[in-house]
């Protein structure tokens, strides 16, 4: 602090003589530059000069802004009354839901899913088939399925619309994984992925759509909720580090998976046509995802899914047969829409 003052003191003294014109003798004095009095006058003057201009700037910007949102705020009521007259969702980017009709002419009701991603499963695919684990990561990716098994019997039982959920929201997290880290690689390699990504991403996607439909006949309680998101957390980070150190150990682990889905699918369908579990009318989410008819119920249902999970049984299998023969997926075309 003292040597602030003295800095300023000594400023004062020497700064005329240093920075100043040369002195003459015809000169006029300049009061206002001279003493302590007069540099104090000439800041006071600038810095109101400076305020006062600063304060009507700020207060024209504080009109334009109240003036531009009060705009803002009636074009969006406008836009709101429009779009509910409409129907039709407003966009300052010209974006607007497209209106999309089914095979009959109705109005399309799902945003999830388009009408030309609608199929028909094969149900008449063979649901026997199972890979003999052989060497030594086929029989580690075999006992690891069947360990995990064990706590969802217990903890499940046969409540097979709970279970399906269960199953659905693990049975998602492979496709999206395997498809991401291909996506990646095939950016950090600058080659093509031989349709795998898409295909992974299919899967993912109709994994993701047996979900939807069986949330609309179970309810899951809370701590089944809590227990969705850790074993998806959990199935995740493991996966994801699986498929890293090893794809065909992955792609083994999935089509066992997709195995004991259909074991499990199977029970499912088994107690329906026993009247152990009520013969609901089919969700219309799955009746045009399918294309089911009218009026399919809970069993048809079933049915395809079980068909879904066969079909990613296989291509899983296979991928990981094309990874234990030495080649690399993006050299074997991947076998999209194989439903």
Known sequence: ????VAGSVLLRHLGPRVFGAAATPAAAPRPLLAGDGGERGVWARLLATSAAETAKEEAAASKDNVGSTAAATAEAIQAAKEGEKSGVVSSYWGIAPSKLVNKDGAEWKWSCFRPWEAYTSDTSIDLTKHHQPKVLLDKIAYWTVKSLRVPTDI??????GCRAMMLETVAAVPGMVGGMLLHLRSLRRFEQSGGWIRALLEEAENERMHLMTFMEVADPKWYERALVLAVQGVFFNAYFVGYLLSPKFAHRVVGYLEEEAIHSYTEFLRDLEAGKIENVPAPRIAIDYWRLPADARLKDVVTVVRADE?????????AADIHFQGLELNKTPAPLGYH
Request: cysteine-free.
């Open 310 to 318: 066969a079909h990613h049984r296989d291509v899983n299998h296979f």
């Open 155 to 160: 903890f499940f039982q046969r409540r097979y």
């Open 1 to 4: 602090m003292r040597s602030r």
